[in-house]
């Protein structure tokens, strides 16, 4: 095996809106089953994160498929918590598609802050080590080292609080009442 390299990410589209409201409306019907006339905010946030999901699942598997190609060193990080925060907002900026987006979804009389407003952070930790190894994951995505993270996905996150009566009260964290268009779900 070679030393640690870094691996070039391959070159991203730059869809215009027109070609973006198409595939957020095919993403809609195809993937959400609904149609604009009983489309609820959640369903447009889906439809549109899985449009660019798919972008980023194609740039995900090139770079993998060049790093496997190479035999390049991959980095595999291991980690109980990780806050990652929301996520569509930074995968339309990574991706350079903000405001080609914004503009798509206007067009469809869809309001990009609104919809990204409903998006949960996903509840996958509460403190420093999540966000330690989210920005870890973060830094190597940005030199673009190969690398993994595997943690832990819990179903209810650790727990929200609530003061009732002035008595704190721990319930169960809701963040995938909607589902998460972010995943991929795989019962192997």
Known sequence: MTSAMTIEAPALDNPDPKT?????????????????????????????IKVVRDRVVDHWMQATKEAYDQQEKRVYYLSLEFLIGRLMRDAFSNLG??????????????DLDLIAALEPDAALGNGGLGRLAACFMESMATVDIPAHGYGIRYANGMFRQEIHDGWQVELPETWLDHGNPW??????
């Open 97 to 110: 598609l903000m405001e080609n987006m914004r503009e798509a979804l206007s067009s469809l009389g869809v």
């Open 20 to 48: 973006l409201a198409e595939e957020v409306l095919m993403s809609l019907k195809y993937r959400v089953g609904k149609d604009t006339t009983v489309a609820t905010q959640y369903d447009w946030l889906t439809a549109s």
């Open 183 to 188: 995943e991929f779900e795989r019962r192997e």
